[in-house]
């Protein structure tokens, strides 16, 4: 394991603990050069996951690609890395088990919007604003009323 920051290939591992969901371990490494703290994640690999773009092609899930996705919808929010983690792990597992080896790049996009709903409403109507290439203020303005809706109903069911 290379160290983020210096590059030097030595470290110990300062704690060791399973995630929430059980399906990661995370690892507090310490750089033994620079004494920099990073965090690692071993996850058991799965079969590829092949993902349909709109044009049809094939390529393999790249994790790396949601998490920038939901990173930049939850840019300034109150929002953990560990939490935006959490909803990968969560898209991850409900593709493997709902979709198959399989996915269109809709149905990943869908799973992320549903995940973000439920963390975060500001993340999730940034996401779905690209997401669902919103053409107008209008459709925006829908968005939000279902989102308004939702939120004085469960108001008044408290």
Same mark, same amino acid.
């Given at each position: 394991?290379?160290? /983020?920051?210096?590059s &030097?290939? *030595? %470290?110990?591992?300062?704690d060791s603990r399973a995630t929430? %969901?059980?399906v990661a371990i995370r690892?507090?490494? *310490?750089c033994l050069r620079c004494g920099k703290r990073f965090t690692t994640y #071993? &996850?058991? *690999? #799965? /079969?590829?996951?092949m993902v349909i773009k709109k044009d049809g092609r094939r390529q393999p899930f790249d994790r790396k690609k949601v998490l920038t996705g939901i990173m930049k919808a939850c840019e300034k929010r109150p929002i953990s890395m560990d939490k935006m *983690? %959490?909803?990968i792990v969560q898209v991850e597992r409900a593709i493997q088990?709902?979709?198959g080896k399989e996915v269109p790049t809709s149905k990943i996009g869908e799973l992320v919007m549903e995940k973000l709903k439920e963390l975060d409403e500001v993340a999730y109507v940034r996401f779905a604003s690209v997401y669902r290439q919103f053409k107008d203020v209008g459709q925006?303005?829908?968005?939000?009323k279902g989102i308004i809706k939702r939120e004085r109903r469960r108001d008044g069911d408290r």
């Open positions: 394991m290379k160290c /983020p920051f210096c &030097y290939k *030595e %470290d110990k591992v300062v929430q %969901d059980e690892r507090r490494r *310490e #071993e &996850y058991i *690999e #799965e /079969p590829s996951i *983690e %959490d909803v088990k709902k979709v925006f303005m829908d968005e939000l």
